[in-house]
């Protein structure tokens, strides 16, 4: 995973989870909210990548 993302990915991958357990703190259902939401962010990216390199022939 950290050859992918990087330094940098890795700290933005800290700060949401920081993010996600300082809300967690105040109510645990916003907290889950906001997880699911940012997961299914994370699908939608990744589908879209992976259609834009396979019709550039990358993958």
Known sequence: MYRTLG?????GVVA???GIVLVAIENLLIAGGLA???AGLGLV???AITGMLRSWGMV
């Open 7 to 11: 330094p940098l990915g890795l700290v």
């Open 16 to 18: 949401v989870l920081v």
């Open 36 to 38: 699911l939401i940012l």
């Open 45 to 47: 990216v990744r589908a």
